[in-house]
């Protein structure tokens, strides 16, 4: 069982950055592949990012070279940074874990980001 808290969401003008951050809790954090989901009012939930077990990454198109995703083993913890923020970005931002060999699927209760001036 893993529980996931994510914070840092808030206000921020376009061009601005925010880092989101995704706390863990439970066992076995290391052996979870870690997204980053948004979804926007009326909109399907899309993936953002994600980071493997391994530390692979990927993004979807419309993020790439603006967000970054890491992730911290030891303290249990995956971040997005997001930069040159667009007001498209704005979404509530979920952090989910995932473990495709046991079926496990844990998200958290999400974040809000808004890109506003």
């Known amino acids: 069982q893993v529980q996931l808290v994510e914070s840092g969401g808030g206000l921020v003008q376009p061009g601005g950055s925010l880092r989101l951050s995704c706390a863990a809790s439970?066992?076995?954090?290391?052996?979870?592949?870690m997204y980053w989901y948004r979804q926007a009012p009326g909109k399907q939930r899309e993936m953002v990012a994600s980071i493997t077990s391994g530390g692979n990454t990927d993004f979807t198109d419309s993020v790439k070279g603006r967000f970054a995703i890491t992730r911290d083993n030891a303290k249990y913890m995956v971040y997005l940074q997001m930069t040159s923020l667009k007001p498209e970005d704005t979404a509530v931002y979920y952090c989910n874990a995932r473990r495709v060999m046991e079926g496990s699927n844990y998200w958290g209760q999400g974040t809000q980001v808004t890109v506003s001036s």
């Open positions: 439970g066992s076995g954090f290391r052996g979870y592949d």
